[in-house]
């Protein structure tokens, strides 16, 4: 049931059976006090905004799932940069895919383990035992994963905490090796 869920900072709750084969269009925004507690959830200084435009739609039985939920996010955050710790806008646009498929029950409504196939490259697969789901924790959670996890100015050098940076281009595959005996034979030329 829906109660006894947590509330989370962008709720927003669907009753999936309400969803039919032609598809129900909802656009979600997150308010002020929204976008506050989730800069607090994800440690950042600021999420200006989060708008998710989503598309429920009810599958054939010969789909793989119940219900799929297609999702338009667009979000404005402010981070801290890595290396100066000065805040950074970052601007993300994503899509994303879930697949809703419900728990199947036996006899006596025992619950009956779901093995479902997927390949990693395809949406991903939700099992739910319940009709109503929390689509707001779904836009929340892709958010959390859409965001850069080392934001880095563009000015940023590294020199400001006395490192370089170096490009992916100047990182060598071949790790560089030291023959022992080569290093030995250099300290008894010292001694």
Same mark, same amino acid.
Request: proline share 3%.
């Given at each position: 049931? @829906?109660?006894?869920?947590?509330?989370? *900072?962008?709720?927003?709750?669907?009753?999936?059976?309400?969803?039919?084969?032609? /598809?129900?269009?909802?656009?979600?925004?997150?308010?002020?006090?929204?976008?506050?507690?989730?800069?607090?959830?994800?440690?950042?200084?600021?999420?200006?905004?989060v708008?998710?435009?989503c598309?429920?739609?009810?599958?054939?039985?010969?789909?793989v799932?119940?219900?799929?939920?297609?999702?338009?996010?667009?979000?404005?955050?402010?981070?801290?940069? @890595?290396?100066?710790?000065d805040?950074?806008n970052?601007?993300?646009?994503?899509?994303?895919f879930?697949?809703?498929?419900?728990?199947?029950? /036996?006899?006596?409504?025992?619950?009956?383990?779901?093995?479902?196939?997927?390949?990693?490259?395809?949406?991903?697969?939700?099992?739910i035992?319940?009709?109503?789901?929390?689509? /707001? *924790?779904?836009?929340?959670?892709?958010?959390?994963?859409s965001?850069?996890?080392y934001?880095?100015?563009?000015?940023?050098?590294?020199?400001?905490? /006395?490192?370089?940076?170096?490009?992916?281009?100047?990182?060598?595959?071949?790790?560089?090796?030291?023959?022992?005996f080569?290093?030995?034979?250099?300290?008894?030329?010292k001694?």
């Amino acid at each position: 049931m @829906v109660k006894d869920m947590i509330e989370n *900072e962008f709720s927003r709750i669907i009753n999936l059976e309400l969803i039919t084969k032609a /598809g129900t269009n909802i656009e979600y925004v997150a308010n002020d006090q929204e976008c506050e507690n989730l800069a607090k959830r994800f440690s950042i200084p600021k999420v200006v905004a989060v708008n998710a435009d989503c598309q429920f739609r009810k599958l054939s039985q010969k789909d793989v799932g119940d219900y799929r939920l297609s999702v338009h996010m667009k979000a404005e955050l402010i981070q801290r940069c @890595v290396v100066t710790l000065d805040d950074i806008n970052e601007s993300i646009d994503e899509k994303f895919f879930i697949i809703f498929q419900n728990q199947t029950k /036996g006899k006596n409504d025992a619950d009956v383990p779901v093995a479902i196939d997927f390949d990693a490259r395809e949406e991903d697969i939700e099992v739910i035992n319940d009709k109503e789901i929390d689509v /707001g *924790e779904y836009i929340a959670e892709y958010l959390s994963l859409s965001m850069n996890l080392y934001p880095r100015q563009a000015t940023a050098t590294g020199s400001e905490l /006395g490192h370089k940076i170096i490009a992916e281009d100047e990182v060598s595959l071949e790790p560089e090796t030291k023959n022992p005996f080569n290093v030995l034979k250099d300290l008894k030329h010292k001694t």
